[in-house]
């Protein structure tokens, strides 16, 4: 069994500019979550995707977005990098969705933005 | 605004004593509870969780619910300085989207 793996590891980006992290969710599941951890606070959740559509949203502008793939993948996109996008980013996938669906959630190691 | 508070510590334990984490939660309609563990500059690592009432076991880790109080907690018995990390407690929304984290205890178990 595959885990949750992202890309890249680090990235050094400027602001302004446009920047992509991608998510391979675990083998078997279609559900994936993006969270952002900024220094010394939890995860905070961005969006979810289940079978390629957007299926919740947290307090985020319309500037973070995302997709998800037929093979259950994911993109985050965020445009017009600011300082305080600086933090830790986190793919989390699970199997299910909706009422019902307990939503365990597994990380991938993540992706360190470091905005300038 | 859904919350849910931890006490950030940090919480220090000698090597074999009981270290109890605690965690409540603000929305009455959560109905899955989640303990992740999170070592520095590491991802959080699903550890337990909980669905009912009561407790549950899983080898020196023990969740404890209290839905009436919106309360859960995490005993790690036996504490070895392996398990000095940053423990998060995580709620799940009804709808079975977000789960909401709070911003973690440091739990220090010293030899």
């Known amino acids: 069994e595959t885990g949750v793996t992202q890309s890249p590891t680090h990235l050094i980006k400027t602001r302004g500019q446009q920047v992509t992290l991608r998510c391979s969710s675990q083998?078997?599941?279609?559900?994936v979550s993006w969270y952002q951890q900024a220094l010394g606070q939890g995860p905070q959740f961005i969006f979810q995707?289940?079978?390629?559509?957007?299926?919740g949203r947290g307090n985020f502008p319309p500037r973070f977005s995302g997709l998800q793939f037929p093979n259950y993948s994911s993109e985050l996109n965020v445009n017009a990098l600011e300082l305080d996008d600086s933090a830790l980013y986190l793919c989390?996938?699970?199997?299910?969705?909706?009422?019902?669906?307990?939503?365990?959630?597994?990380f991938g190691p993540g992706t360190r933005l470091t905005v300038l | 605004q859904k919350e849910v508070e931890q006490n950030s510590g940090p919480l220090s334990v000698p090597e074999g004593a009981i270290a109890s984490l605690n965690c409540t939660y603000s929305d009455r309609g959560s109905q899955s509870f989640f303990w992740y563990r999170q070592y520095s500059g590491k991802s959080p690592e699903l550890i337990m969780f909980i669905y009912s009432n009561g407790d549950k076991e899983d080898g020196r880790f023990t969740a404890q619910l209290n839905k009436a109080s919106q309360y859960v907690s995490l005993l790690i018995r036996d504490s070895q300085p392996s398990d000095s990390a940053t423990y998060l407690c995580a709620v799940g929304a009804p709808a079975g989207t977000a789960l909401i984290f709070g911003k973690g205890t440091t739990l220090s178990v010293s030899s």
């Open positions: 995707y289940y079978r390629e559509e957007e299926n």
């Open positions: 989390a996938s699970s199997s299910g969705q909706g009422a019902g669906s307990y939503n365990e959630q597994f």
């Open positions: 083998s078997g599941h279609n559900t």
